[in-house]
């Protein structure tokens, strides 16, 4: 995978005051974080708590942020995993995407563009979500959409005390520290994925036998083929909303217990020949 290294991705910003070149210095650092992140030897919430770290240095004016992945379908999401850099966002989180159902990184995400507030306790455009989280204290806020080419995989959402603490040029470096990270955001789900896809199938390649062993029980108990036996155990897995191999284990050490009761009660020969002891 090649990473986006800060050269490649930002043009240099109009103007030359210190603060300005200051400002650009903490974007390229955090780019070059970004670049850095090794996919695999972090878990998806650990590159997602890394991404909002940085953000929060890329993106001047900001106290705190929060990454979020979403799977967005037509004017509906959910999310598949978040992260942010400090407490007080978390709260906000659990607000945006728990209480309420509403807020400017959901927003972000439905509508693949930038939104921006200087005052959420009078923002009209989220009126739950804006005033509960200026009585945190917390009055400004800044959403980026996650874009990759032809979706949107979530959203960056970093946060001020301050009213007004975004301007056009955070929002230009925001906008900035967003295209890269979305790509490195969406490598990771994708590995995530693959590594959780992986281990189902590994672990349905070891349950194989013990399903065997319980679809030959039922055809030896009822007769029944082998297609109906495992129709017979998929149901039983669907009742007890429990995975299948679960449900044939038992099945199995069930039989395993009662063949070992009724030969030590004398009903079975050791032999298993189904001879009696004299």
């Given amino acids: 995978m090649t990473h986006p290294t800060p050269e490649n991705v930002l043009p240099r910003i109009p103007g030359t005051s210190d603060e300005g070149s200051s400002d650009e210095a903490d974007l390229h650092a955090s780019l ?22 940085y953000a929060v240095h890329a993106i001047p004016g900001a106290d705190g942020s ?73 009055h400004s806020a800044l959403s980026l959409p996650l874009l990759v080419p032809g979706k949107v995989v979530g959203a960056i959402s970093v946060y001020a005390r301050d009213k007004d603490a975004f301007d056009d040029r955070a929002t230009h470096l925001g906008e900035q520290f967003a295209a890269p990270a979305a790509v490195s955001l969406h490598n990771a789900q994708v590995l995530a994925r693959a ?13 194989r036998p013990i399903i065997d062993q319980a679809i030959g029980l039922l055809r030896g108990r009822s007769g029944i083929s082998t297609d109906e036996a495992f129709a017979r155990l998929r149901e039983i897995s669907q009742s007890e909303n429990t995975r299948m191999a679960v449900v044939a284990e038992r099945l199995v050490d069930e039989a395993a217990r009662g063949a070992r009761a009724r030969r030590a009660e004398g009903h079975v020969a050791p032999n298993g020949s189904g001879a009696a002891k004299p």
């Fill in 195 to 207: 590594q959780a896809l992986t281990l189902q199938l590994e672990t349905a390649l070891s349950s």
């Fill in 32 to 53: 070059a974080d970004l670049a850095g992140l090794v996919m695999g030897a972090q878990g998806l919430h650990d590159v997602l708590a890394s991404v909002a770290t």
């Fill in 66 to 138: 929060g990454v979020t992945l979403l799977r967005v379908d037509s004017s509906r999401h959910r999310v598949e995993a978040l992260a942010a850099s400090h407490p007080f966002v978390a709260e906000i989180d659990e607000i945006q995407y728990v209480t309420l159902n509403e807020g400017p990184c959901i927003s972000a995400a439905l509508e693949g563009r930038t939104f921006r507030s200087g005052s959420l306790g009078g923002e009209k455009q989220w009126p739950r979500f804006g005033p509960r989280v200026g009585r945190l204290g917390v």
